[in-house]
C-alpha cells in the first residue's frame, strides 16, 4: 500500500484515527526564554522516550522565540496520560511552568 491509500485509511477511520495528537504550547516570560527552551528540549526528549510516543517535535515561533510548541503523536489517550503523569515528566513540568507566561496549553486532537 502506498502513502495515499494510507492517507485515504486514515480518512476513512484506520489505524491513525485511534492515535492522538498533542499540542503543548508554553509562552516562557521573554527575559527566561532560553531557560524554557531548554526544559521544553528536555520535556520533548523525555515525551519521546515515553512508552506509547509515535513521534515528537518541538516548534519554535519564528517571530517570537517565546512561544514553544511541542506536537506530538500517541497511540492512545492513556499512552498520552501515562507519560503524562510520569514523576520524571511531570517534574519537568512544574520546573517549566515557572518560566511561563501562562499556564501550558494542552490541545488534545483525534484525526478525522
Same mark, same amino acid.
Given at each position: 500500500?502506498?502513502?495515499?491509500?494510507?492517507?485515504?485509511?486514515?480518512?476513512?477511520?484506520?489505524?491513525?484515527?485511534?492515535?492522538?495528537?498533542?499540542?503543548?504550547?508554553?509562552?516562557?516570560?521573554?527575559?527566561? !526564554?532560553? %531557560?524554557?527552551?531548554?526544559? +521544553?528540549?528536555? @520535556? $520533548?526528549?523525555?515525551?519521546?522516550?515515553?512508552? *506509547?510516543? &509515535?513521534?515528537?517535535?518541538?516548534?519554535?515561533?519564528?517571530?517570537?522565540?517565546?512561544?514553544?510548541?511541542?506536537?506530538?503523536?500517541?497511540?492512545?489517550?492513556? !499512552?498520552? %496520560?501515562?507519560?503524562?503523569? +510520569?514523576?520524571? @515528566? $511531570?517534574?519537568?513540568?512544574?520546573?517549566?511552568? *515557572?518560566? &511561563?507566561?501562562?499556564?501550558?496549553?494542552?490541545?488534545?486532537?483525534?484525526?478525522?
Amino acid at each position: 500500500m502506498g502513502p495515499t491509500q494510507a492517507r485515504l485509511d486514515e480518512l476513512e477511520g484506520g489505524d491513525a484515527a485511534e492515535s492522538l495528537y498533542v499540542i503543548t504550547a508554553f509562552e516562557s516570560v521573554p527575559e527566561r !526564554a532560553a %531557560e524554557a527552551l531548554s526544559l +521544553a528540549r528536555e @520535556l $520533548a526528549r523525555q515525551m519521546k522516550a515515553s512508552p *506509547g510516543a &509515535l513521534e515528537v517535535q518541538l516548534l519554535q515561533g519564528i517571530h517570537r522565540p517565546d512561544l514553544l510548541e511541542i506536537m506530538s503523536t500517541w497511540e492512545s489517550q492513556d !499512552a498520552y %496520560e501515562g507519560a503524562r503523569d +510520569a514523576p520524571k @515528566l $511531570a517534574a519537568t513540568l512544574r520546573e517549566v511552568d *515557572g518560566l &511561563l507566561a501562562s499556564p501550558v496549553d494542552d490541545r488534545l486532537h483525534h484525526a478525522i
